[in-house]
């Protein structure tokens, strides 16, 4: 089968195009190539002509100017006998001859004949202008100028002695003879029959067009071509066994035919002239002038042989040629099996969009076609069916795959204890890949305090239609912890029952609520201890220095006045906590200064190291490179760092360790950190330990105001205060702007 004979329809329905249908499609192609290809000739000729007289009218010359041009070219007779310039000859023998040089064949005879060498002297210069014109038309071989001195000038230049003799005479030659008043007083342009060109090029065809000066015939201009230039190789492209394409002229010569191009005589410029009576059969009595009139049609006709033939016909009327293409019937009857078996074929392969057109002749097979073309379009019909419910499904998965690959919350399918089936979302907020998660418990993934609680949940859910909600914690592959929150649905997948699960990460979230519950606790916890302060502060400074006064008094005894220097020791001391009440509920008075924040650090261990030394704590200080300053209330500052620190070397009293002091210098802001490897704050104290009166020690070693009043300071100049511990390891991080 041959690919060119499929089309695809509105649907995709591919349907055979006929032998017959391409047969008529190559008449018709070849049909329009040979008129275009034709009027591009003409126009190439009419432009010819048309320069031609133009320069002869425009030239005023003498018989010295002739001289003078003949001897500047170097005319003379060559040592073949040729009249013509014998430094261009030489040119073209080495290669080098200009591109639009024109050569000249000049009877030596008739050198100094007036017409002749006027007109030739008239085109001399015509070279470049045709060499423009034989570019325009790719394949053809000479174009050529000849007048009726017997003169004539060529283009491309060729060496006259490998085509003619000097004494060959141009008055008889097939194209100028087509075109004389006497062959053609129509004055139109003629084609001749086929002939041997005598410069090589094999099989060429002519077209000739007169040229009349001041109503003379003087000359003809002729373009030779090659045969396939004029209507190119498709002509012989045959669909069906026997198929034969011919052309032939008005006057039924054969201009292009298989079997008869075989047998052309090799003879430079012989024409052949073969009739379209040579074929035989009905083909020797077809008229052509009945076929120039209907232009193009079909016909029955009966081959040399006797065999039924079909014919297939299209005329070119400015040249009056007629393509006919003939096939034998039977040929074409093999052609409409084998599109039967070829339908078949595809139906048995599942395509059910092949269809075969019919043939009016093609007798019973067209019962056979007809019973096919409904069977597959019912086929088809089911198939169109088929792949839009297919495409319905498609799209409606690609819908939901594309909500499922991009939803903000994880989506996941638990089965049997696993998960079988999780969304990107879902990966990402634990950490592991589908594949890990298939082999991964589901209780692996809860954080121990809520494991029963999360895998009881699951059970329900599991046991119950109606969807559950749950908020918990889970750790993720870095065993970092993730606030959940949860809505679970039970299903049945693959056949068996799972749940589905749509996981929000509330983390953050639940992270903003801890920090507003803690600064709301922080806020009234506060302003209870101002009110403290206020309400005892008074009081306490009223019975001190009833104290002192009693203390001057001298009756008092010994045992009086150490039990009244110890109450007012104690006063002083209240007094102190109230001092951190206030700071407490008012951290940002007094005024900031801009300082070294590492000589405040170096200042602080000037009064700590006998501390250090007694608890076995060996100092780190691990300072940035560059100088940090800070512009803060430097004293307010300081209680911080003493705070840490001392709470630091407390951690460590019972065996001693090592207190690392780092700082390190960002765009914007500086961060310290005070590390201890001490025994850790216990996690059900991590909660509280910014939390007023909140303390691990005993009522003697402190009352829990430390780690508040450092951590209203550190807000109190735009900061931030964060603690990690685990055992054998405590940071305190202080992040303060620059």
Known sequence: MITRNKSTGRHGLKKTIGETELIRLQVSRTVTLLQNNITRHYDALYELRRLTLILLAQQHHTQQDIDTWLEQEGFGVDTDGFWLSLPLLQQFRKGVAPKDAISHSWDPAIKDLEDARSRMYCLRDIG????????????SAWIYYQDVTNTSIQFPYIDQVTAITPDFNWLTYHTFASVTPQANPERAIRWTLPSIDYAGEGVILSVSIPVYHEERFIGAWSIDLP???????????????????????????IIVHPSIEAGIDKEKGSLFQHKLNSLGGDLAILQSAGLIRGKQGELRLKGRDGEELLAYYGTVPDINWTFLVTVPRASLLDAVNRRIKTAFDKIMKGDFSYRIVNRQDAGHQNLLVEGYNKMAAALQQQEDIRRQAEKALRESENKYRLLFSNAHDGIFIIQEGRITFANPRTLEMTGYTMHELAFLPIADLLHPEYREDVLAHYQRTLENVSPETHTFKILNNNQEELWIHLNSVRITWDKIAATLHFARDITQQVELEQQLHHAQKMDAIGKLASSVAHEFGNPLLGMRFAMRDILKRSYLKEEDTE?????????????GLIRDLQRFNRPTSGSRTTFNLHHLLDSLFVFHRRLLSLNKVRLVQLYDKQEIMINAVEDQLRQVFINLILNAIDAMKENGGVLTILTALYPEKAVIS??????????????????????????????GLGLPVSYGIVQAHNGEIAVESKPGNTVFEVTLPL
Request: hydrophobic share 35%; charged share 25%.
């Open 128 to 139: 470049t202008f045709v060499q423009e014109i034989h570019s325009r038309l790719p394949g």
């Open 227 to 253: 045969m396939n230039t004029l209507y190119q190789d498709y002509i012989d492209e045959s669909y069906v066994a026997g198929q034969e394409n011919c052309i032939f002229d008005q006057y039924e010569n």
């Open 563 to 575: 039990l009244l220097s110890m109450a007012e020791k104690e006063c002083d001391r209240m007094r």
């Open 674 to 703: 005070i590390k201890d490897n001490g025994a850790g704050i216990k996690l059900e104290a991590m909660d509280h330990i910014f939390e007023p009166f909140f303390t691990t020690k005993s009522a003697v070693e402190g009352v």
